[in-house]
């Protein structure tokens, strides 16, 4: 997910090692080093993703986003 003119990405994917579980991640766009991570529940990405959506974040064509 990425917002306009912000330096940063969201990156929601699942953990291959547990299916109940994926890994969110903020990186920034320039040198892709991860400033920020979250290990949640899957039952909990829409959350996720509502909350970065209320921040202006929108999904990105292409990208890894469950």
């Known amino acids: ?6 330096p940063h990405l969201v990156v ?6 547990d299916a109940h579980f994926c890994n969110v991640e903020l990186r920034k766009l320039k040198t ?3 400033v920020g991570r979250h ?3 899957r039952s909990d990405v829409q959350t ?4 970065y959506r209320r921040d202006g ?3 990105v064509e292409g990208g890894n986003n469950d």
């Open 57 to 59: 974040f929108s999904p």
């Open 12 to 17: 929601i994917a699942s953990d291959p090692a």
């Open 32 to 34: 892709g080093a991860i």
């Open 1 to 6: 997910m990425r917002r306009k003119g912000s």
């Open 39 to 41: 290990y949640i529940l």
């Open 48 to 51: 996720f993703v509502s909350m």
